[in-house]
């Protein structure tokens, strides 16, 4: 489904990220729906480095990419030489910047500003230079535990990840005051879909749950699952969001969600109803409790105002989706 009317003829996008999950999507999104576009994409991939939580530090994949026609370039958004070199010999139109440390639980506090925060004031100042509509992933953990719903302004970061999101937000505001160009920073709330599976352990609980109950294993949720809340998003509202970002009525940070917080045991109640499974749920210590969210759900009146963003999946529908996809990946690479 195309979200906007512009066709993009001779548009050239930087999709940084986009051999992540939210970033690949974006580049497929462009390539089925503005063949006329050139789509590049910018990823560092995985190199097997991990943090010192053991996760991998960058989570890129080829295999997201399948298929995919435009230019792929590996490379790091900290090389200010890469950024100069894409200066000189690109004029992008808009910039999806997608890359990031996405890893919540990442604990090394010098390389999440540096990357996260640092590396995005340099695509600002490319995206200035080329007179380039940016838009950059912010996040739902700048609210941390902050009330429900959530809205932006009142912010209360628990770790290192939200707090260099919000770092990046704050310098947006200060660059949307003093220059021409489009900023949009969405606050994505937690996503799942297609494309998420190659972020291992840290990919949506929709993804993990339903793998679980694939290989036939009694899910295992944290104690009173039922009471813990989130505004879980569909990959697809959060293409439709980007794109509907490159005409905002006007710059600014706006939340993605659904505006309706769901439990971690709907998620399986939800599964288990579509893959046909009545398997037993485990109910576990939270070993989290002090830096988890307990109830997420996105304020998304100004974000449905001002880039006239509508989610279109409810979770249910969502989930009949995207199951085949859950499926087909437990057998190609589970199994
Ligand atoms: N998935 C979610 O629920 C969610 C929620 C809120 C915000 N976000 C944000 O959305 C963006 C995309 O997240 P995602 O879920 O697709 O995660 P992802 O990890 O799949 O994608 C991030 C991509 O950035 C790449 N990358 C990391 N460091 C890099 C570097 N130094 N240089 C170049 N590339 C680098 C990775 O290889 C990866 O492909 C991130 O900024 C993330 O923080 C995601």
Do not use: W
Not at 136 to 147: H, M, W
């Amino acid at each position: 489904m195309r979200y906007i009317e512009n066709d993009l003829k001779d548009k050239t996008i930087l999709i940084t990220g986009g051999a992540g999950f939210i970033g690949s999507n974006l580049a497929f999104y462009f390539q089925n729906n503005h063949p006329d576009a050139k789509v590049v994409v910018l990823d560092s991939f995985r190199s097997g480095e991990t943090f010192s939580n053991g996760n991998l530090k960058s989570f890129g994949h080829f295999k997201n990419l399948i298929g995919f026609r435009g230019e792929v370039i590996s490379g790091d958004i900290n090389d200010k030489e890469l950024l100069l070199d894409l200066e000189i010999n690109y004029k992008f139109d808009y910039i999806f910047h997608e890359a990031a440390i996405s890893d919540t639980t990442a604990l090394e506090q010098d390389l999440m500003i540096k990357t996260n925060v640092n590396a995005y004031k340099d695509l600002l100042e490319l995206a200035i230079r080329h007179d380039a509509n940016m838009i950059y992933a912010s996040s739902a953990a700048t609210y941390g535990n902050a009330e429900s719903p959530q809205r932006v302004g009142r912010e209360a970061p628990q770790n290192v990840y939200g707090f260099s999101k919000l770092s990046m937000d704050n310098l947006s505001r200060e660059y949307m005051k003093e220059c021409d160009i489009s900023i949009v920073g969405l606050r994505y709330f937690n996503v799942y879909g297609a494309g998420e599976y190659f972020k291992n352990t840290t990919a949506s609980m929709v993804l993990q749950f339903g793998h679980q109950l694939l290989a036939g294993k009694n899910p295992r949720l944290f104690e009173d699952s039922d009471k813990i809340l989130r505004d879980f998003i569909y990959i697809e509202d959060i293409v439709q969001a980007n794109v509907k970002a490159m005409q905002p009525k006007e710059s600014g940070i706006y939340n993605v969600g659904t505006g309706k917080a769901r439990s971690f045991q709907d998620i399986v109640d939800i599964l288990q109803r579509e893959l046909g499974t009545s398997l037993i749920c485990e109910y576990i210590p939270n070993p989290f409790i002090g830096s988890y969210q307990f109830h997420t759900e996105a304020d998304i009146t100004t974000t449905r105002e001002v880039l006239g963003y509508e989610p279109r999946f409810v979770m249910e529908e969502a989930i009949k989706s995207y199951v085949g996809e859950i499926k087909r990946i437990y057998d190609e690479e589970v199994k």
